[in-house]
């Protein structure tokens, strides 16, 4: 396992100095790097799969999980349709968690939750803050755009758990190398949208809501991002 994430590293840093960024999403300015970002102790900690955190480590994980930076965007790894995938895309999610690491070793990785034990709906209500119960962190608002999901995909992948998926924010300068690392692992990387503004916007082909975050129920929440039965 050591040799495999030594050779993981190695590869990061090649790919990472010569990646290009994703030409399907736009540039922006990014927060300094370090502002915010996990440690691989994070992922130690609680992120991985089966651990058992004590008090200090869920509040780490609350915290850890939050989305960070106006402009950031959200990225969904591992288990994603199909009909997001390029044809040849040769996927291994079991590669999911040495990915992730090294993505956080890399020092790019704002924000990460594992969708293993709560649904995508649930990891992204976390992210902006809801139902988290901290005072002292503000709300984040995030504009999500499913348009190219279909309906039946959107239903299905927002409402089920999965250890094959997780939720990470980085900073849009870092968006093209990341999902090229990831896709060195096999590991599909997706955006799903950015964070910022005081709102929840949730885009689909079908339609286009939104909802002011401060005060929203979960009830508001799922009426937002689950598309109609």
Known sequence: MLASFSLATREWSHCMSEATPEPSVSEAPAAPRGTGVLTPEDFHGWLAPGALPDAAALARRSWGQRFKDDGDVVLLLGAVPASLLEPDFATDLAALPLTLLGLIHEGV?????????????????????????????????????????????????????????????????????????????????????????????????????????????????????????
């Open 109 to 229: 990785v704002k924000s990460a939750a594992s969708c293993a034990d709560a649904s995508l709906a649930e990891v992204l209500a976390a992210g902006c803050g809801l139902g988290q119960g901290d005072a002292g962190l503000l709300l984040r608002g995030v504009g999500l755009d499913f348009t190219a999901w279909s309906g039946d995909d959107l239903a299905v992948t927002l409402a089920e758990t999965s250890a094959d998926r997780a939720v990470i924010t980085v900073a849009a300068t870092d968006v093209g190398r990341v999902i090229r690392q990831a896709r060195i692992f096999g590991i599909p990387a997706v955006p799903l949208g950015r964070v910022g503004d005081e709102t929840v916007a949730v885009k689909t082909a079908a339609n286009e809501k939104k909802s002011a975050v401060a005060g929203l129920t979960p009830e508001g929440w799922n009426a937002l991002v689950r598309p109609p039965a």
